[in-house]
Nanobody, 118 residues
């Protein structure tokens, strides 16, 4: 089992920045990690993913150039640096872990709220 705990969410004005963190514990052996988000009344959507080594990353078109995913395996932590935030980025952001960047996530965190005001 892998436990994931997100932090760093909050409220920010449009154009601002936030950094989300996701701390993993338990059997964290060689999982790819990623972020999804879910806005009110919408389905959960993919945001970004990173390979176990950190050498591979993948982003949704809607966040390319604004968000950066990274990881520190020594700390079992993955980060999502979000810049130039827009009101449409408002959502609950969920961390996940899976076999590869594109396979269905196996583990999920509880989510952290990000609210961007205009």
């Amino acid at each position: 089992q892998v436990q994931l705990v997100e932090s760093g969410g909050g409220m920010v004005q449009a154009g601002g920045s936030l950094r989300l963190s996701c701390a993993a514990s338990g059997r964290t052996f060689r999982y790819a990690m990623g972020w999804f988000r879910q806005a009110p009344g919408k389905e959960r959507e993919f945001v970004a993913a990173i390979s176990w080594s950190g050498g591979g990353t993948y982003y949704a078109d809607s966040v390319k150039g604004r968000f950066t995913i990274s990881r520190d395996n020594a700390k079992n932590t993955v980060y999502l640096q979000m810049t130039n935030l827009k009101p449409e980025d408002t959502a609950v952001y969920y961390c996940n872990a899976g076999e590869t960047m594109t396979s269905p996530p196996r583990y999920w965190g509880q989510g952290t709220q990000v609210t961007v005001s205009s």
